[in-house]
């Protein structure tokens, strides 16, 4: 597995063709080894801009932070 950090906040387009975030935090283990926690948020945007507008209004997300997939 992977020691790398993801960003926080991942921005996925769904079947339906909307877009979803979904918010990431990291905790360590006692051997220091990052365990993700993943949050889908309930809801859906017509843009990955909106979903980032969205993201940087409500959970106080800044420019570098962004995921997409």
């Given at each position: 597995?992977?020691?790398?950090?993801?960003?926080?906040?991942?921005i996925a387009k769904d079947d339906e063709g909307a877009f979803r975030?979904?918010?990431?935090?990291?905790?360590?283990?006692?051997?220091?080894?990052?365990?993700?926690?993943?949050?889908?948020?309930?809801?859906?945007?017509?843009?990955?801009?909106?979903?980032?507008?969205?993201?940087?209004?409500?959970?106080?997300?800044?420019?570098?932070?962004?995921?997409?997939?």
């Amino acid at each position: 597995m992977s020691r790398s950090i993801p960003k926080p906040f991942l921005i996925a387009k769904d079947d339906e063709g909307a877009f979803r975030l979904t918010l990431r935090q990291v905790r360590y283990n006692s051997q220091h080894y990052p365990i993700v926690m993943s949050a889908l948020q309930p809801e859906t945007f017509e843009s990955a801009h909106a979903a980032r507008a969205f993201a940087k209004q409500h959970h106080g997300a800044v420019a570098g932070e962004f995921a997409a997939k």
